[in-house]
């Protein structure tokens, strides 16, 4: 009968010994598919984060465009005699390519810098036109233009393109967005985005 007591303590030991074992296999399974849901979560809040900082960025990148857009305006109708002469002295309609290098700003007299210098509408557009291209390469990357004047409505519509290869991602479907001109000559480069301004001169 002792024996048999004994039996019975060894049993309830071991048997209480393997429900801890289980015990601790059970949480150390808990805290492994803790670890796995949490790192899914924390990769899709990482997605979630750089799609934001994308956007936000390409938000700048158009309020920009918006800024030297009204700028080029009122430098045309500060000089509407040149803007408004057909063909416009403040076209331009080179393509994106063609604007690879920083435009060159005049030099001597067509610097029209001194009031010793006589300019005309001309020299005044050309120069306003190349500060103008200065300051879109230097404020967007790359960044590019195409002007086109439509005299029936007197009026300039405005390009300002830039490459922005961050933003270039199937979410968003570029391909689909006509938003440069055909004289841009962008092709397939989904990373080059525009911004059209229509400026009633």
């Not at 331009?92 to 810098?113: H, K, M, R, S, V």
């Amino acid at each position: 009968m002792l024996i048999n007591m004994k039996r019975k303590v060894t049993l309830a030991k071991r048997s209480e010994g393997l429900t801890r074992t289980r015990i601790r296999g059970v949480s150390l399974i808990e805290v492994m598919i803790s670890i796995v849901l949490s790192s899914f979560a924390l990769l899709a809040l990482a997605a979630v984060n750089s799609s934001s900082i994308r956007y936000t960025k390409m938000s700048q990148y158009r309020a920009i465009a918006a800024q030297l857009s009204n700028d080029i305006g009122e430098r045309m109708r500060a000089n509407k005699a040149a803007a408004t002469t057909t063909p416009s002295s403040y076209q331009f309609e080179t393509n994106f390519a063609g604007q690879a290098t920083a435009p060159a700003l005049p030099t001597g007299n067509d610097l029209c810098n001194t009031k010793l210098i006589t300019c005309s509408k001309e020299k005044i557009a050309a120069l306003d036109l190349a500060q103008w291209r200065v300051s879109v390469r230097d404020m967007l990357p790359e960044g590019s233009v195409v002007l086109k004047y439509i005299s029936a409505s007197s009026a300039m519509e405005v390009w300002i393109a830039w490459r922005d290869p961050v933003v270039a991602n199937t979410d968003e479907s570029p391909a689909n967005a006509s938003e440069c001109p055909d004289s841009l000559s962008k092709g397939s480069d989904n990373s080059i985005r525009c911004s059209y301004f229509r400026v009633t001169l």
